[in-house]
């Protein structure tokens, strides 16, 4: 069984920063990509930005050059670094990461449960 766990959300005021920590564990062969998704209330689920393994990182428009999504291979672990934060970037976060189970399987998707970014004074 696959487990993808967030943690970090929280309060914070507008300008400030928060680092959301995604963890993946369980019996894995690899992890093909992982994103960050987010979605606000009465809107639909963005994607944020992430990573393919062996490839580069992407940003949605409204985040680049204030995110930065970085990865631990070791403990298979992603962070997204939020800096410069807005009200409008109130939502709950999610990770969701690709991953197979056994060599030469097709990799599907695992989704944590969120974690809540509130950006208000």
């Known amino acids: 069984q696959v487990q993808v766990v967030e943690s970090g959300g929280g309060l914070v005021q507008p300008g400030g920063s928060l680092r959301l920590s995604c963890a993946v564990s369980?019996?894995?062969?690899?992890?093909?990509?992982m994103n960050w998704y987010r979605q606000a209330p009465g809107k639909q689920r963005e994607l944020v930005g992430g990573f393919i393994t062996g490839g580069g990182t992407n940003y949605a428009p409204s985040v680049k050059d204030r995110f930065t999504i970085s990865r631990d291979n070791a403990q298979n672990t992603v962070h997204l670094q939020m800096n410069s934060l807005k009200p409008e970037d109130t939502a709950v976060y999610y990770c969701?990461?690709?991953?197979?189970?056994?060599?030469?399987?097709?990799?599907?998707?695992?989704w944590g449960q969120g974690t809540q970014v509130t950006v208000s004074s």
């Open positions: 369980g019996s894995i062969f690899s992890i093909h990509a």
């Open positions: 969701s990461a690709d991953v197979s189970l056994h060599p030469h399987t097709v990799p599907f998707d695992c």
